[in-house]
């Protein structure tokens, strides 16, 4: 069964500094997203990371994966009030006898950022 | 181009009782899929539709069902409610083609409380 686990579960940064949150899964898997959830509200997607060494940056977030050491790396830099949020990366599996998919999620790194 | 709409957004059943919910995909998009999100155990996998069949289904109970129809709309249905349905019920539209990064986007979802 896959496992994807985050960490931290909760962060409390200060505005302008950096910080890294981790995400480890249990199979392999060359296919890994990011999200983003504000309170009350749905998914966002923020980033699609297709095969090893892949990089992708927007605005104040970068993410990154490693397929075999089955990591990957949301990076933020000088954070902003307005990452506040809960993040969450997922993992999807696909299965070939119905050609279906499913997404498993980590448990979500909640970010607050404090002026 | 529209987003995946998904109703009702807010519903109040009673222990007992049954629920539909409905989803909307993105026009063109041929998946559609269904997760639970709770407080206690995050984000868990449903079911995945796609051109009417199920491909996929998750580990809950036979109590959730769900279906799709040849415009790609699905219902979930829940029947027997217990207190542990309440929860955040997202639809996730996709091409759902594994040839694709088959990226999936999330509707605003059902807050569902069952009382």
């Known amino acids: 069964e896959l496992k994807v686990e985050q960490n931290p579960l909760f962060l409390s940064m200060q505005e302008g500094k950096n910080y890294t949150i981790y995400c480890n899964y249990s199979?392999?898997?060359?296919?890994l997203y990011w999200y983003r959830q504000d309170p009350g509200k749905s998914l966002e997607s923020l980033f699609v990371l297709l095969s090893n060494g892949a990089v992708k940056q927007e605005g104040r977030l970068m993410a990154s994966l490693d397929t075999k050491a089955r990591l990957s790396t949301l990076h933020i830099t000088a954070a902003v009030h307005d990452l506040s949020a809960t993040y969450f990366c997922a993992v999807i599996q696909f299965f070939e006898e119905t050609s279906g998919s499913r997404l498993t999620f980590g448990e979500g790194t909640q970010l607050t950022v404090n002026p | 181009k529209a987003g995946v709409t998904q109703t009702p957004r807010y519903l109040i059943k009673t222990r007992g009782q049954q629920v539909t919910l409905s989803c909307s995909p993105i026009s063109g998009h041929r998946s559609v899929s269904w997760y639970q999100q709770t407080p206690g155990q995050g984000l868990q996998f449903l079911f995945e539709?796609?051109?009417?069949?199920?491909?996929n289904k998750g580990n809950f109970p036979g109590r959730f069902s769900g279906r799709q129809f040849s415009n790609s709309r699905s219902e979930m249905n829940v029947s027997t409610l217990e207190l542990g349905d309440s929860a955040l019920y997202l639809c996730?539209?996709?091409?759902?083609?594994?040839?694709?990064?088959?990226?999936?986007?999330f509707g605003p979802g059902t807050r569902l409380t069952v009382l």
């Open positions: 996730a539209s996709s091409h759902g083609l594994a040839v694709t990064y088959n990226e999936q986007f």
């Open positions: 539709y796609f051109s009417e069949t199920q491909r």
């Open positions: 199979t392999t898997s060359d296919r």
